[in-house]
């Protein structure tokens, strides 16, 4: 191994161990029933879950299984997943995985893994969907990333990414079709049903 590479495994090792002293304290906390915590860029954030925020994860979620079938399909939603760059401990609203996916020897999913992700804005959390995350997810190299905005009444899809970022993106408002079927996921999924705030 070179420098570079020690001081990369070292830095994703230090990471790893903040973020599990960090998601240990939490877990002792008094987090609110509904509330979702999570940690971006070293910050935590706590966003209550609304019923419009469940309802759309509700959509993602039936529409992956109904395309890959719900036995066939490793989706997941609000379980953590460490992501590429500084301290992110990710909770997404929706993520499927690879087939043959596998937890990493401290029973975790590994980003690598992850084909899809789906976040459904909340105001307090948009910059970190449309920013940070956005970045995290390209870096972690996931092939297709959603963002559901009941706020905008539109989805925005991300594909292909390339250096950190993503280079192609899809805007379709709420009650068309999001045609995901020339990206890795093959979906085409429908809005009609999608809540507004």
């Given at each position: 191994?070179?420098?570079?590479?020690?001081?990369?495994?070292?830095?994703?090792?230090?990471?790893?161990?903040?973020?599990?002293e960090w998601f240990e304290r939490l877990e002792r906390m008094p987090v609110p029933e509904g509330f979702r915590v999570?940690?971006?860029?070293?910050?935590?954030?706590?966003?209550?879950?609304?019923?419009?925020?469940?309802?759309?994860?509700?959509?993602?979620?039936?529409?992956?299984?109904?395309?890959?079938?719900?036995?066939?399909?490793?989706?997941?939603?609000?379980?953590?997943?460490?992501?590429?760059?500084?301290?992110?401990?990710?909770?997404?609203?929706?993520?499927?995985?690879?087939?043959?996916?596998?937890?990493?020897?401290?029973?975790?999913?590994?980003?690598?893994?992850?084909?899809?992700?789906?976040e459904v804005i909340s105001k307090g959390t948009a910059r970190n969907d449309y920013g940070p995350k956005k970045a995290?997810?390209?870096?972690?190299?996931?092939?297709?990333?959603?963002?559901?905005?009941?706020?905008?009444?539109?989805?925005?899809?991300?594909?292909?990414?390339?250096?950190?970022?993503y280079t192609c993106e899809l805007r379709v408002d709420y009650g068309g079709d999001v045609d995901m079927t020339t990206?890795?996921?093959?979906?085409?999924?429908?809005?009609?049903?999608?809540?507004?705030?």
């Amino acid at each position: 191994m070179t420098v570079i590479e020690d001081r990369i495994m070292m830095a994703e090792s230090d990471n790893t161990t903040r973020l599990d002293e960090w998601f240990e304290r939490l877990e002792r906390m008094p987090v609110p029933e509904g509330f979702r915590v999570e940690i971006v860029g070293g910050n935590v954030h706590m966003t209550p879950q609304r019923d419009v925020h469940w309802e759309t994860i509700r959509e993602i979620l039936w529409a992956l299984e109904d395309h890959f079938g719900r036995r066939r399909a490793r989706v997941l939603s609000d379980v953590r997943i460490d992501f590429p760059g500084h301290e992110n401990g990710f909770c997404p609203d929706v993520a499927k995985l690879r087939e043959g996916a596998a937890k990493d020897d401290e029973g975790r999913w590994r980003y690598g893994d992850v084909e899809f992700v789906a976040e459904v804005i909340s105001k307090g959390t948009a910059r970190n969907d449309y920013g940070p995350k956005k970045a995290a997810y390209a870096q972690a190299g996931v092939g297709v990333y959603l963002i559901a905005d009941p706020y905008q009444g539109r989805c925005h899809v991300y594909t292909e990414p390339k250096n950190g970022d993503y280079t192609c993106e899809l805007r379709v408002d709420y009650g068309g079709d999001v045609d995901m079927t020339t990206t890795p996921l093959g979906l085409l999924l429908k809005t009609d049903n999608f809540p507004r705030d």
